[in-house]
């Protein structure tokens, strides 16, 4: 069973809570429709223990680089990391 | 001095990285790693140490803003615990070596995996469902990612970090 987070039905679960002042925030009832298509988000989610919560918050914009850095990795992902896996434990 | 603020989820006991080795390992880190999605970045520490459990690397992934250093991992690591070897990886490396282990599932959009970077993922027009989810363990488990939608064409979802860990599974290996 997936735990909806980020839902493009038009909905949030979780507890909305957020973590960081200052940035500016969605909470539950968000639609995908509601992010602003460029901007970076920070989901965080804790699943199963009391007072699980969600965040969705803006990058903060002090975390913006301002200069002209390029986008791309410093590291390709591996192959395995960008297809479904399922960790050897779990198989 | 570093203004720190630890995530609420992090666990805490005598097991797990106490607050001044965080401190300590991002202001002294013995290797570093940072990941750049163009306008902004995070960054992964690592240093190694040796406990009575045997050696460990506590891994420590943080952001800056508002003078204030977020952290938004800090794993403490047995080297017996993952299949690469700490002191000769990369910090991604031995996350994600970690991960393999000890991660849960996420979904973006029609692509799985315990660990995602620098990941663009394309959406189907008829893509219906969640953008971005994870999936639960057991018990207590954490999710981070950073992302944004690209309206396109294509509409896509840039992932510039994702990650889930199952925290049970981590205690278990403490």
């Known amino acids: 069973m997936l735990a909806a987070v980020l839902g493009s039905a038009g909905r949030v679960d979780g507890g909305g809570k957020h973590l960081e002042e200052g940035s500016e925030s969605v909470t539950n009832g968000t639609s995908i429709e509601d992010l602003d298509p460029g901007v970076w988000y920070h989901i965080e989610t804790v699943f199963g223990q009391p007072g699980a919560a969600l965040s969705c918050s803006r990058v903060p914009p002090r ?8 986008i791309g990795p410093i590291r390709c ?3 395995g990391t960008a297809t479904p896996t399922v960790a050897p434990d779990r198989a | 001095m570093l203004e720190l603020q630890l995530p609420p989820w992090l666990p805490t006991g005598p097991k797990y990285p106490r607050r001044r080795h965080i401190v300590a390992c991002i202001a002294s880190p013995d290797k570093s790693e940072t990941v750049r999605a163009g306008d902004f970045d995070l960054h992964i520490h690592m240093t190694y140490h040796t ?14 803003h508002l003078a204030k250093t977020f952290v938004d991992l800090a794993l403490k690591i047995p080297d017996d615990a993952i299949a690469v070897d700490a002191r000769e990886s990369t910090p991604l490396e031995v996350l994600e070596a970690f991960l393999r282990i000890y991660g849960l ?3 973006i959009g029609d692509e799985a995996g315990t660990f995602f970077l620098h990941k663009d993922v394309p959406l189907r027009a008829d893509f219906v469902g969640d953008i971005v989810s994870g999936e639960p363990g057991k018990g207590k488990g954490i999710m981070q990612c950073w992302m944004k939608v690209e309206e396109g064409p294509p509409r896509q979802v840039r992932v510039a970090f994702a990650c889930s860990l199952d925290l049970d599974e981590y205690a278990k290996s403490l």
């Not at chain 2, 460990?56 to 992934?61: A, D, I």
């Open chain 1, 63 to 70: 975390e913006i680089r301002r200069d002209s850095e390029p």
């Open chain 1, 77 to 79: 992902a591996d192959a």
């Open chain 2, 51 to 64: 406990g009575a459990g045997g050696p460990y690397t506590l891994l420590v992934s943080h952001r800056e």
């Open chain 2, 105 to 107: 599932m996420i979904r």
